[in-house]
Nanobody, 124 residues
Framework: QVHLVESGGGLVHAGGSLRLSCAASGRTLTFGAMAWFRQAPGNEREFVTGILRSGGSTRYADSVKGRFTISRDNSKNTVYLQMNSLKPEDTAVYYC?????????????????RGQGTQVSVSS
């Protein structure tokens, strides 16, 4: 079993920054891809960004391109999400997810392990 723990969420003013972390623990597993999703109240969960463990190729949702940066530390089994120039519409619960297949999928259900989420709130 793999356990994912997100941290770094909080309340920030519009234009501010936050850095989320997602640490994996438990059964040793070679992740192929790691990703972040988010879900705002009343909305469906949506893909934010993903990264391949090997090579570090990334993919971003259009809504966050140029503002968010995903990175990973393979030695720590940790993935990060640096969020800059935050907007009120970025307010959501952010979830990390990992999968063995080395493919960044935009579907939350296609990930083998998913975290419990961390709240990000951006005030105007």
């Amino acid at each position: 079993q793999v356990h994912l723990v997100e941290s770094g969420g909080g309340l920030v003013h519009a234009g501010g920054s936050l850095r989320l972390s997602c640490a994996a623990s438990g059964r040793t597993l070679t992740f192929g891809a790691m990703a972040w999703f988010r879900q705002a109240p009343g909305n469906e969960r949506e893909f934010v960004t993903g990264i391949l463990r090997s090579g570090g190729s990334t993919r971003y949702a259009d809504s966050v391109k140029g503002r968010f940066t995903i990175s990973r530390d393979n030695s720590k089994n940790t993935v990060y999400l640096q969020m800059n120039s935050l907007k009120p519409e970025d307010t959501a619960v952010y979830y990390c997810a990992v999968r063995e297949a080395p493919i960044v999928s935009g579907w939350f259900s296609e990930y083998d392990y998913r975290g419990q989420g961390t709240q990000v709130s951006v005030s105007s």
